[in-house]
T-cell receptor, first 114, second 112 residues
Framework: GAVVSQHPSWVICKSGTSVKIECRSLDFQATTMFWYRQFPKQSLMLMAT?????????EQGVEKDKFLINHASLTLSTLTVTSAHPEDSSFYIC??????????FGPGTRLTVT | QQQVKQSPQSLIVQKGGISIINCAYE??????FPWYQQFPGKGPALLIAIRPDVSEKKEGRFTISFNKSAKQFSLHIMDSQPGDSATYFCAAKAGATNKLIFGTGTLLAVQP
């Protein structure tokens, strides 16, 4: 299967700072990338969908000014959590897909805001 | 109508037994039904997927059974092993959209 990587795998930041998470499709060009959030023992919640070169589409209730998504190329998408607060602590998972193919998930990034 | 209902929430199976997880949906536009396996601290991995033009798909010890009229599909894990202990998510997607709708997850524990 296709490989999707995320960096970093875990990050601790202080409240009020911003943190950037990278998502890369390593062996294919992803026309669409997705960002999910997962709380402990819960399902995946889709935050936003992005296509290369265009603005991300955010799900209802997700603050687009807080969770900045950039899909600069067919192999890279970034999620920046701005002015992070403890309630933003979560497991963030990206996913990538090319048209007509399966959706593959990254290994996730554990964010802890202190 | 966009929900996918998954049961049970947790499941304990003896080694060698059969694990069965069920999902139900309402949206008849769904045309792709994958199952994902997730280990703690890891991202979900695609296990097996089915489209509604077939009633069953088998890959190794994993089988999806699909009942279009009942709008239900299930995952069967034959000869369950301790290494299968993980959380399993069903999902569904309508062809016209990009979005996967996930079930609530089932925590499977296979006892040795």
């Amino acid at each position: 299967g296709a490989v999707v990587s995320q960096h970093p795998s875990w990050v601790i930041c202080k409240s009020g700072t911003s943190v950037k998470i990278e998502c890369r499709s390593l062996d294919f060009q992803a026309t669409t990338m997705f960002w999910y959030r997962q709380f402990p023992k819960q399902s995946l919640m889709l935050m936003a969908t992005s296509n290369e070169g265009s603005k991300a589409t955010y799900e209802q209730g997700v603050e687009k000014d807080k969770f900045l998504i950039n899909h600069a190329s067919l192999t890279l998408s970034t999620l920046t959590v701005t002015s992070a607060h403890p309630e933003d602590s979560s497991f963030y998972i990206c996913s990538a897909r090319r048209d007509g193919y399966e959706q593959y998930f990254g290994p996730g990034t554990r964010l802890t805001v202190t | 109508q966009q929900q996918v209902k998954q049961s049970p929430q947790s499941l304990i199976v003896q080694k060698g037994g059969i694990s069965i997880i069920n999902c139900a949906y309402e949206n008849t536009a769904f045309d792709y039904f994958p199952w994902y396996q997730q280990f703690p601290g890891k991202g979900p991995a695609l296990l097996i997927a089915i489209r509604p033009d077939v009633s069953e798909k088998k890959e190794g010890r994993f089988t999806i059974s699909f009942n279009k009229s009942a709008k239900q599909f299930s995952l069967h894990i034959m000869d369950s092993q301790p290494g299968d202990s993980a959380t399993y998510f069903c999902a569904a997607k309508a062809g016209a959209t990009n979005k996967l709708i996930f079930g609530t997850g089932t925590l499977l524990a296979v006892q040795p």
